[in-house]
């Protein structure tokens, strides 16, 4: 069983490439290129170096020996929210960032839901001196608004997406409509391990640097470089399958995805799709997603504004389907309340999305002796107001 992408761009059943024919060349050029480029030493160099001065990282993978001793086991956390912007997504956007340069474009656009993506993108854009235009669903701008003017003041152009439900899907369109018009000058920087085949892989290639950390971190930490289970919130799938890929083979490494459950798995308002998707077509690739009998895509819901996405990946349909992974689905007053625990345990303050994951300790038992390793994909700076209502704070 291979859970790698193919050469056609499948992940078993999942993934290809599912876009109008306009769209074509500029896909096929970046799938002719992607790996070729990676692999070029300067590549390498500029990805590793910006990574290492500019980002941050290593991030610290840190034992959190206050929150082991609660849940009885070994629990050590992933420390992206420390990555500079304060999540894993700028990793991926210094990739993409460099291959679009390596590809001769001078214009990059984004699609951006919460505007966390949209902020990595403009940050990258502005340490390169490229022009950036961010599509964003106008309802959506009008309920970001920091994010929105971090964007400005990178020197991003926010374009409002005035169709539809005016929110991520129809920023989505917007920024695809652009690049159909633009195709010489353009990348399309996305911003999950989703869309049309190359982006899943190459998303997951630039986050699987989270991986490849852990195993030397834990060696140093641990004596042994597989940890017994590796854990991660689930959107679109860009944390959790840089935090699983160089674990993937290791069989005897268990991988955890935990998705938003919303307000409960069957309450009509959840974004749970492990559990409440069929296969479809989303942003290009087929995969499981949330739809009514028709076809027509549910809207999600979770009180964290980047798990609420009715797909994921294809790499997690296909580790869903084939039970390489344990899908977990955790409720939002599930989620708030483990957030809020780790900051009283280790004074972590988490992103929401983050909070998922931890969660997953009041759920499931593990062995004393077992060694956990969970993505801390964010800071919860960007949430202070969700918290503060929630809370009553
Ligand atoms: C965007 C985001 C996520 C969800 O995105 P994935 O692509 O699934 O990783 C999770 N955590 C944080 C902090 C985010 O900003």
Same mark, same amino acid.
């Not at 169709?163 to 409509?177: F, H, M, P, Q, V």
């Not at 077509?281 to 949330?290: N, V």
């Not at 039970?323 to 345990?345: H, P, V, Y």
């Given at each position: 069983?291979?859970?790698?992408?193919?050469?056609?761009?499948?992940?078993?059943?999942?993934?290809?490439?599912?876009?109008?024919?306009?769209?074509?060349?500029?896909?096929?050029?970046?799938?002719?290129?992607?790996?070729?480029?990676?692999?070029?030493?300067?590549?390498?160099?500029?990805?590793?170096?910006?990574?290492?001065?500019?980002?941050?990282?290593?991030?610290?993978?840190?034992?959190?020996?206050?929150?082991? #001793?609660?849940?009885?086991?070994?629990?050590?956390?992933?420390?992206?929210d420390l990555?500079?912007?304060g999540a894993?997504?700028?990793?991926?956007?210094?990739?993409?960032?460099?291959?679009?340069?390596?590809?001769?474009?001078?214009?990059?656009?984004?699609?951006?839901?919460?505007?966390?993506?949209?902020?990595?993108?403009?940050?990258?854009?502005?340490?390169?001196?490229?022009?950036?235009?961010?599509?964003?669903?106008?309802?959506?701008?009008?309920?970001?608004?920091?994010?929105?003017?971090?964007?400005?003041?990178?020197?991003?152009?926010?374009?409002?997406?005035?169709?539809?439900?005016?929110?991520?899907?129809?920023?989505?369109?917007?920024?695809?409509?652009?690049?159909?018009?633009?195709?010489?000058?353009?990348?399309?920087?996305?911003?999950?391990?989703? =869309?049309?085949?190359?982006?899943?892989?190459?998303?997951?290639?630039?986050?699987?640097?989270?991986?490849?950390?852990?195993?030397?971190?834990?060696?140093?930490?641990?004596?042994? #470089?597989?940890?017994?289970?590796?854990?991660?919130?689930? =959107?679109?799938?860009?944390?959790?399958?840089?935090?699983?890929?160089?674990?993937?083979?290791?069989?005897?490494?268990?991988?955890?995805?935990?998705?938003?459950?919303?307000?409960?798995?069957?309450?009509?308002?959840?974004?749970?799709?492990?559990?409440?998707?069929?296969?479809?077509?989303?942003?290009?690739?087929?995969?499981?997603?949330?739809?009514?009998?028709?076809?027509?895509?549910?809207?999600?819901?979770?009180?964290?504004?980047?798990?609420?996405?009715?797909?994921?990946?294809?790499?997690?349909?296909?580790?869903?389907?084939?039970?390489?992974?344990?899908?977990?689905?955790?409720?939002?007053?599930?989620?708030?309340?483990?957030?809020?625990?780790?900051?009283?345990?280790?004074?972590i303050i988490p992103a929401?999305?983050?909070?998922?994951?931890?969660?997953?300790?009041?759920?499931?038992?593990?062995?004393?002796?077992?060694?956990?390793?969970?993505?801390l994909?964010g800071r919860g700076d960007k949430?202070?107001?969700?918290?503060?209502?929630?809370?009553?704070?």
């Amino acid at each position: 069983m291979s859970y790698h992408v193919n050469e056609k761009g499948y992940y078993g059943e999942f993934g290809g490439a599912f876009i109008p024919e306009m769209l074509y060349p500029n896909v096929e050029e970046l799938r002719q290129q992607y790996l070729k480029v990676m692999e070029e030493p300067s590549f390498k160099k500029e990805f590793n170096q910006l990574l290492k001065d500019y980002v941050g990282r290593p991030s610290p993978l840190y034992y959190a020996k206050r929150m082991s #001793e609660k849940y009885g086991t070994k629990i050590y956390l992933k420390r992206e929210d420390l990555n500079h912007t304060g999540a894993h997504k700028v990793n991926n956007t210094i990739g993409q960032i460099l291959m679009a340069k390596r590809l001769g474009k001078t214009r990059i656009i984004a699609e951006t839901g919460a505007g966390q993506h949209g902020v990595a993108t403009a940050t990258v854009c502005a340490l390169m001196g490229i022009e950036c235009i961010v599509y964003m669903g106008a309802i959506d701008i009008a309920r970001q608004a920091p994010n929105v003017a971090r964007m400005k003041m990178l020197g991003a152009e926010v374009r409002p997406a005035l169709s539809g439900s005016r929110t991520l899907k129809d920023a989505t369109n917007e920024a695809i409509r652009d690049w159909i018009n633009n195709p010489v000058d353009t990348h399309y920087i996305i911003g999950s391990a989703i =869309g049309p085949h190359p982006y899943p892989d190459m998303v997951t290639r630039f986050q699987s640097v989270i991986s490849a950390e852990i195993k030397t971190q834990l060696k140093e930490k641990e004596d042994k #470089e597989n940890p017994d289970y590796v854990v991660a919130c689930i =959107g679109g799938g860009s944390n959790a399958a840089g935090t699983f890929y160089h674990f993937l083979d290791e069989k005897e490494v268990g991988i955890i995805a935990v998705e938003a459950a919303g307000k409960g798995v069957n309450s009509g308002e959840s974004a749970a799709t492990s559990v409440l998707g069929h296969k479809g077509i989303i942003h290009g690739c087929k995969t499981l997603l949330m739809q009514t009998d028709d076809g027509q895509i549910t809207e999600p819901y979770s009180i964290s504004a980047g798990l609420d996405y009715p797909g994921v990946g294809p790499m997690h349909s296909h580790l869903h389907t084939t039970g390489r992974a344990d899908f977990m689905a955790i409720t939002d007053d599930d989620a708030m309340k483990a957030g809020l625990e780790l900051c009283k345990l280790e004074g972590i303050i988490p992103a929401i999305e983050t909070s998922h994951a931890l969660a997953i300790f009041e759920q499931r038992r593990f062995e004393p002796n077992d060694i956990i390793v969970v993505a801390l994909s964010g800071r919860g700076d960007k949430d202070l107001n969700t918290y503060i209502n929630y809370f009553g704070l």
